[in-house]
């Protein structure tokens, strides 16, 4: 019998002729995207190895939240975004400010306002941006206040909310007095002649934020370093702490859900 002729083997799909790339990994035929994307995943699997780091961010960012949430439950994020747009346009602020009492002030801030390109939106950013983020802390807080947030076992994130509501004010106080004009200089003796009259630590109180017998340089550079170091300082760590606590308790339903979820509430006369 005649030897056959042996036939090709018929051509392999395509998808089959080569192992389609693992992930984090490229064949170099996806195009400049998928290269990218490869790069990417290679990068945070690289961090990953090395740190574990991605098992916290699950942590923080995979939560369930309750039925009923809405809106209200962002302004406490709103809050934050306040913040940082104060930290970010403050920075370029203190890159012209300087707290010189005897004119200094106020003309390196008359000067970021009417000659360094976008001062004026900066500045102006910074100074409507702390009326925000006031404004945001007090309807945050009038949300978890009214919606029971702050019963067990949250209280420690209300006191935590507290400090950081005592800070805000703080930091509109002394940010304040920085353009060092009539109005400036003026509002703020007023505003350290009240906390004088406070009980007990009044007296000290005032006196630690006049830094000496008058109101001077000394007085303007102690305010600058509260508003600038310590008080942006503080209050990145208590976010922290805040929003550590809410990742770990999870936030409370709206009232009118958890009556809904537990009848025994609805039959509480009221
Ligand atoms: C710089 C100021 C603040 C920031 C950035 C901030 C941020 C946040 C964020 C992002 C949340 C999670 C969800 C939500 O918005 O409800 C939250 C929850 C909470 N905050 Fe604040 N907060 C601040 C001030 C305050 C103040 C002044 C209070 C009260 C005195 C407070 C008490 C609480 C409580 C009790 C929760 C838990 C809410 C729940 O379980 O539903 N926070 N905060």
Do not use: C
């Not at 056959?4 to 490229?26: I, M, Y």
């Not at 439950?73 to 809050?79: D, F, I, K, M, V």
């Not at 550590?244 to 709206?254: E, I, M, N």
Request: proline share 9%; aromatic share 12%; no cysteine.
């Amino acid at each position: 019998m005649p030897k056959l002729p042996k036939l090709p083997a018929p051509p392999l799909p395509a998808a089959l002729q080569e192992p389609p790339p693992r992930p984090g990994e490229s064949n170099g035929k996806g195009g400049p995207i998928e290269d990218a994307k490869a790069a990417g995943i290679n990068v945070v699997d690289w961090v990953d190895e090395r740190t574990s780091l991605s098992g916290a961010g699950r942590w923080l960012m995979f939560r369930k939240v309750p039925k009923g949430t809405n809106w209200f439950y962002t302004l406490g994020s709103a809050t934050m975004f306040a913040f940082l747009s104060q930290a970010v346009t403050g920075v370029f602020l203190a890159m012209y400010y300087r707290p010189d009492p005897a004119g200094g002030a106020y003309e390196s801030i008359r000067h970021v306002t009417n000659e360094v390109f976008l001062g004026q939106f900066v500045r102006g950013m910074h100074k409507w941006g702390s009326s925000v983020m006031v404004i945001l802390v007090f309807l945050h807080m009038g949300r978890t206040f009214l919606f029971g947030a702050y019963k067990y076992p949250r209280e420690l994130n209300w006191v935590i909310g507290v400090v950081l509501l005592i800070l805000t004010m703080v930091m509109s106080f002394t940010g304040y007095l920085l353009p060092f004009d009539q109005r400036a200089y003026w509002a703020t003796i007023v505003g350290v002649n009240i906390n004088g009259t406070g009980p007990l630590i009044g007296p000290y109180l005032s006196d630690f934020l006049r830094a000496g017998p008058e109101f001077g340089a000394t007085t303007l550079s102690r305010f600058y370093a509260i508003h600038m170091l310590l008080l942006p300082g503080a209050i990145v760590a208590l976010i922290g702490a805040h929003l550590y606590l809410v990742a770990k308790l999870g936030t409370t339903a709206p009232p009118w859900m958890k009556a809904e979820q537990n009848p025994e509430l609805r039959k509480v006369d009221v």
